[in-house]
T-cell receptor, first 117, second 116 residues
């Protein structure tokens, strides 16, 4: 099973709503990532969790709150978002934090398309 | 600072043509890794290849081949005999020892359109 599963696939929310994006992997990976991708732009790193601990936060606004309840799950809690936060949110995982190990690579989910009205 | 440049925004070819996607990178690290990912319309990023900075050997995988040249900081990707299913956005990416290889920086992507 080499899948990263993200739910929901699509989400529309108002600026006062609270919602959560979910990501799950069962490959035994110990690093998980959130990327944000605006239309026609490359993915940009938001957060990295290594062994369930937050290791990188790329100066993301506090209206985005990540959570890693266990090594298989990664959530992104959303609150008071702005229309400019509309984007594709991609989750990824890798076997170990960083990619220094031979043949290490990221496995990506198909993303959650978020629209903020 | 690390940077990846993909100068070709969009390329259109007819099926069976060969096409090369260019990638130029900048890094101060002596140890780094380069990647190519494919993003079809479904949105998922699909891993194609990883190349280590200390291994300049070119690689061929079926219709795909990669040319890594440290002297010109380039890591170009060639598709031979392109097919309609190759239509996608292709991203070149870089990770460095300085960030523990945890941060993958992407180029702006090249959209490839293969018509029948």
């Amino acid at each position: 099973d080499t899948e990263v599963t993200q739910t929901p696939k699509h989400l529309v929310m108002g600026m006062t709503n609270k919602k959560s994006l979910k990501c799950e992997q069962h490959m035994g990976h110990r690093a998980m990532y959130w990327y944000k991708q605006k239309a026609k732009k490359p993915p940009e790193l938001m957060f990295v969790y290594s062994y369930e601990k937050l290791s990188i936060n790329e100066s993301v606004p506090s209206r985005f709150s990540p959570e890693c309840p266990n090594s298989s799950l990664l959530n992104l809690h959303l609150h008071a978002l702005q229309p400019e936060d509309s984007a594709l949110y991609l989750c990824a995982s890798s076997q170990r934090p960083g990619q220094g190990r031979k043949n290490e690579k990221l496995f990506f989910g198909s993303g959650t398309q978020l629209s903020v009205l | 600072a690390q940077k990846v440049t993909q100068a070709q925004t969009e390329i259109s070819v007819v099926e069976k043509e060969d096409v090369t996607l260019d990638c130029v990178y900048e890094t101060r690290d002596t140890t780094y890794y380069l990647f190519w990912y494919k993003q079809p319309p479904s949105g998922e990023l699909v891993f194609l290849i990883r190349r280590n900075s200390f291994d300049e050997q070119n690689e061929i995988s079926g219709r795909y081949s990669w040319n890594f040249q440290k002297s010109t900081s380039s890591f170009n990707f060639t598709i031979t005999a392109s097919q309609v299913v190759d239509s996608a956005v292709y991203f070149c990416a870089l990770s460095e020892a300085a960030t523990g290889f945890q941060k993958l920086v992407f180029g702006t992507g090249t959209r490839l359109l293969v018509s029948p």
